[in-house]
Nanobody
């Protein structure tokens, strides 16, 4: 049984930091490409950052480059997103997602396994 669970969201002031975590069970973690997506109210879901199955290459949306860092710990079956210098426009529901043997491309239609999301709210 596959389970994907995000955590680490919350309310933070602009300029602050949060670290999101996502654990996956029932999957072969070392063979997974994985990524973070977000959806703000009234907007479509967008890819924030993704990494290929080897963890060797990554993608960042222009809006988060230099502020967010994606990482993975295969031993813990956990994906992370370190978010620094947060802005009010980063406010959204954040989702992690996985697919087998994928590239770092952040196309949500390619991803098969999704979590329920964790809310991030950045106040000005």
């Amino acid at each position: 049984q596959v389970q994907v669970v995000e955590s680490g969201g919350g309310l933070v002031q602009a300029g602050g930091s949060l670290r999101l975590s996502c654990t996956a069970s029932g999957l072969s973690f070392g063979a997974l490409a994985m990524g973070w997506f977000r959806q703000a109210p009234g907007k479509e879901r967008e890819g924030v950052s993704c990494t290929n199955w080897r963890g060797a290459t990554t993608y960042y949306a222009d809006s988060v480059k230099g502020r967010f860092t994606i990482s993975r710990d295969n031993a813990k079956n956990t994906l992370y997103l370190q978010m620094n210098s947060l802005k009010p426009e980063d406010t959204a529901m954040y989702y992690c997602a996985f697919r087998y043997y994928g590239t770092e491309k952040c196309r949500q239609e390619d991803y098969n396994y999704w979590g329920q999301g964790t809310q991030v709210t950045v106040s000005s």
